[in-house]
């Protein structure tokens, strides 16, 4: 397998993950783990085996065309840097996996969670690997999204809804940011293709547009990232699953913000703006988060706000805009990588195993669990810095770096005390933890009892501390060509020499160290027992984010939302149509106006007698419709139904005999679910609320008016478009060009699935999240309780019923609509047959997904109008989620199938086969398409069928309840 399809394979493969094990059962806990440690194991090796690549080329590139005219593609880059977090999240993430596997509680939905966790590594791998601007943001909106859906995991936890809340309204915020940053950024370089990018920084410093474009980028990086002032969020997502947590803090999610700005600093650092933004939230986050650790009682809490503070130390150094400084920021990501990992997971076994993680209630557990307290204790003393580990190299770099001189601001002169403040207080938080965990006496009793877990889930923190261990011991050997061709894909040729050795003199950075360990032990020493007993932090007690987060939301939603709706809002669907009408035709009408707009002058002499007679008729059912909907549905619906009909005979008129069958059985369909929801409507009465007066007139007219102001301006654009004198117009395009280039003669299908294939798609997805949305609102409708309770005829059969209990149970005792209801039956395989006709012949003949779809939907109505929903669900499985996801997939990977041969996505393929004693037929992959399409018709169609008959099912059991009662 070439290197690019491997790249591909690494992208794909968790997602492809996620969605195998999204189908197995509550129970599939072994399965399941072993599936996403399977594709964890999988990704990371094809890490390591595109490394030589990325190594000897600089990059290894995968292009698959997406929209060419509009310069999109989708573009994988995989880089030193980016190699260097594809190997952090996929090894973590098997590392994480294999840690939750004894975990996850055997009650929780594990196979769940594993579909969540793959989607959130194959997410993160899209945000590294992407080279595509556009690319990018897509991932980093998904990370967002699947973040969401694994803090809130275990969603009957009040505080893991709120986390999972605010993370993705302050993430998905940041979101909006960056991609409105990124556009600026394209439309500044002219492409949105990440080389070019890179290689136009003195364009974009240069641009009046680079002020605008830095601010909204870094918005996305820092909210990502839970920099100041966006930091609260990330201590309100420890309701997480620990595994999350593990995973979240040290190869995804935070991460992400700090890459982005690693990313891009060859192009935006440099410049006043850049050094004041990013050195002001980098430095109040690294002092901020060091203190609030200090005060915290929850020990996932103390790690969240450490986290903060690391990040904060991150983004530190890439604001100083110096080569060194962006070199200790990639070092500092890889170890904060390895010793948050481990204790989180690490923090993790205390919960699972003791039944808190309250340090007020933890003491004394070294004599219960001697070999984890040492690797917990390992990993805080690489978080704390100190010699031989990991943490101490990087941080003696940011210590290096803190005291150059940058001649930028004060923030110059306030960095090097910054530094050594936040490491003093990281030793605090450190020896606290290890203190109050570990050591002294253990309390009277645990809510658990206390001991060491299973081997398998202490080995990955076991792994992970031996890292930082021989990181900081033998750091040029372990680590430093990766980190070399890591730091070389992002600085070129500005790469500076730079040393990872452990000794290096008596140097100020060493004296730095020594004064911020020394200093952290006595202040520890000075404050340890009042830190075990605060409830809040010393004078930020009250200023707590959450608070204000919650009270800004309040403010948004109670009084802002509550104003515009009190204003511009009304629960009545009229004046919402009115103000919808209203702004449609003056956006039509204003630039008609401007560009002087002409009527086109009708021709008489061409006109149809019999058209004019045909079209006055569905005018009149039209205004009929309308003026009778209000008290007489029914009678309404007939006459819409007839307007419809004329439609339908105004397109065999003008020979688009396609447009005809779709239009009629849309007819079909529509008519019969709008009068099935009719019954669950509430009587009107015109006597109740019909108004009077001189102002109710003065309305009806003005809605009048408005409606046929819209309906007349709209008529006129259509027939001034279709009389237009130019000889060449686009349909000239497709009768020429459908054969030739899509394989079918019949233009209108050729130009759905192949010419506007991506419009199509878009339209069935759209189609697709309509159904759903449908069938989750009727799920929660409950109809009014005065709409009908039982028609005359169920009310006999269930007399006849009761009468008779020991009939047979497939018996029909009154069949009331016996002849219609037998033949609808048998109509049944009939119409799918009419259906597999109409797809089969779309091609080259009138049909097409699409009309098949609605065709074959029209034949399942039948059966639940001639059997009633209990008799067919009980003999047809359905599934129309299943016919949603399935065609909606076909339709995706038929599209996506081009890119095997290099053509861009939806490329359409088409030749004439021979087969023996048959002859030459043809074969598009066009077809398949169109079978996707058919697919998500039928199941959207039935879903929401399936929904109102299942009104019919919910009334017919309150009504027994209530008799029985």
């Known amino acids: 397998m070439t290197d690019h399809a491997l790249l591909t394979v690494m992208v794909l493969l968790p997602f492809a993950g996620s969605l195998v094990t999204a189908t197995l059962a509550s129970s599939s806990r072994d399965v399941a783990g072993a599936l996403a440690g399977v594709v964890a194991l999988l990704c990371h090796v094809i890490t390591w085996v595109l490394y030589p690549t990325v190594a000897a080329e600089g990059a290894v590139r995968a292009t698959f065309a997406w929209v060419p005219s509009l310069g999109l593609e989708i573009a994988l880059r995989l880089d030193g840097f980016a190699w260097l977090f594809a190997f952090l999240i996929s090894g973590i993430g098997l590392l994480v996996v294999i840690y939750a596997r004894y975990y996850m509680s055997a009650e929780d939905p594990v196979p769940r969670f594993f579909s969540y966790f793959q989607a959130f590594m194959g997410a993160m791998l899209g945000v590294v690997v992407s080279g595509n601007l556009i690319l990018l943001v897509v991932f980093w909106e998904l990370t967002s999204i699947v973040s969401f859906l694994l803090i809130g995991y275990w969603h009957h936890n009040q505080a893991a809804r709120d986390g999972a809340r605010m993370s993705l309204t302050v993430t998905g915020i940041g979101g909006l940011g960056l991609l409105a940053g990124v556009l600026i950024l394209g439309h500044i370089v002219g492409s949105y293709d990440l080389d070019r990018v890179l290689q136009s920084g003195d364009l974009i410093r240069a641009h009046d547009l680079y002020v605008p474009a830095l601010l909204l980028i870094l918005l996305g990086a820092l909210t990502k990232s839970a920099q100041f002032p966006f930091h609260f969020w990330l201590p309100n997502a420890m309701a997480a699953p620990t595994p999350v947590s593990a995973y979240l803090h040290s190869a995804t999610m935070v991460k992400a913000g700090v890459f982005l700005m690693a990313r891009l600093w060859p192009v935006l650092s440099g410049t006043p703006e850049w050094f004041t933004i990013v050195g002001l939230a980098g430095m109040a986050s690294l002092v901020l988060g060091a203190y609030l650790a200090m005060f915290q009682q929850d020990l996932k809490g103390l790690l969240a706000y450490s986290t903060i503070s690391h990040l904060g130390l991150i983004t530190l150094l890439l604001s100083f805009g110096s080569p060194l400084g962006a070199v200790a920021a990639i070092f500092h990501m890889m170890n904060h990588a390895t010793f948050k990992a481990s204790l989180f997971m690490a923090a993790g076994i205390i919960d699972h195993e003791t039944g808190t993680r309250d340090l007020r209630r933890l003491s004394g557990l070294f004599r219960y669990m001697p070999i984890t307290g040492t690797l917990a204790m390992v990993a805080s003393a690489a978080m704390a810095g100190v010699p031989l580990l990991n943490g101490f190299l990087s941080k003696e770099m940011f210590f290096a770096q803190a005291v150059e001189t940058h001649a930028y601001s004060w923030l110059d002169t306030v960095a090097p005390y910054a530094a050594v403040l936040a490491s003093m207080l990281a030793v605090t938080y450190s020896m606290r933890l290890i203190h109050s965990i570990f050591l002294g006496a253990p309390p009277e009793s645990f809510p658990r009892e206390p001991h060491e877990p299973p081997f398998w889930m202490r080995f990955p923190v076991t792994f992970l501390v031996f890292a930082c261990l021989v990181v900081g011991i033998v750091p040029g050997l372990t680590i430093g060509p990766y980190l070399h061709v890591a730091v070389e894909s992002v600085l070129g040729a500005e790469t500076p020499e730079y040393s990872l050795a452990v000794w290096h003199g008596v140097t100020l950075p060493l004296a730095m160290s020594g004064l911020a360990l020394a200093g952290g032990g006595l202040l520890y020493l000075a404050i340890g027992n009042y830190l075990e007993a605060s409830e809040r932090p010393l004078l930020l007690g009250r200023i707590e984010g959450q608070r204000i987060f919650e009270r800004v939301m309040v403010t948004i939603s109670w009084r802002w939302a509550r104003f515009i709706e009190s204003h511009l809002g009304t629960r009545r669907l009229q004046p919402q149509l009115r103000l919808l009408v209203l702004v449609a035709f003056a956006a039509a009408f204003v630039p008609l106006y401007r560009g002087g707009f002409v009527l086109a002058a009708p021709d008489a002499a061409g006109t149809d007698l019999v058209f004019v007679g045909l079209w006055t008729i569905g005018v009149a059912c039209a205004v009929a419709a309308a003026y009778q909907a209000k008290f007489h549905r029914l009678a309404a619906l007939v006459l819409l139904g007839g307007t419809g009909l004329v439609t339908c005979v105004t397109f065999i008129w003008l020979s688009a005999p396609d447009l005809a069958a779709t239009q009629l059985v849309v007819e079909i369909v529509t008519t019969v679910l709008i009068l099935l929801g009719l019954r669950w409507l509430p009587k009107r009465s015109r006597d109740l609320i019909e108004p009077s007066g ?204 081009a890119w095997l041969f290099g053509e861009p996505f939806l490329t359409s393929y088409f030749r004439y086969a021979d087969l023996p004693f048959i002859g030459k037929i043809p074969l598009a992959s066009a077809a398949l398409f169109d079978f996707g399409v058919f697919s998500l018709v039928v199941g959207a169609t039935v879903l929401m069928l399936i929904a109102l008959a299942h009104q019919s099912i919910r009334r017919l059991r309150a009504a027994r309840i209530e008799e029985s009662t």
């Open 694 to 897: 001189a102002m109710v007139r003065l309305r009806r007219f003005r809605d009048l008016a408005l409606a046929v102001a819209a309906g007349v301006g709209m008529s006129a654009i259509a027939y001034t478009v279709m009389m237009r004198p130019s000889p060449d117009t686009i349909a000239d395009f497709f009768l020429e060009k459908a054969y030739s280039e899509g394989g079918g003669r019949n233009v209108v299908n050729v130009i759905l699935v192949d010419f506007r294939g991506f419009d199509t798609l878009g339209e069935i997805t759209v189609l697709g999240i309509v159904a759903l949305t449908v069938f989750a609102l009727l799920r929660r409708f409950r109809p009014a309780p005065d709409s009908i309770e039982r028609p005359e005829q169920q009310r006999i059969q269930h007399a006849y019923d009761e009468a008779h209990p020991n009939r047979a149970p497939d018996a029909t005792a009154v069949d009331y609509l016996f002849v219609p209801a037998v033949i609808m039956q048998w109509m049944f395989p009939v119409i799918i047959v009419l259906a597999a006709y109409l797809l089969l012949r779309g091609h080259d003949a009138p049909g097409g997904g699409f009309v098949a779809g609605v065709a074959m939907a029209a034949g399942f109505i039948l059966q639940y109008m001639a059997a009633g929903t209990t008799w067919v669900e009980d003999r047809l499985r359905i599934l129309p989620v299943m016919w949603i996801g399935g065609g909606l997939l076909i339709a995706l990977l038929t599209g996506a199938a």
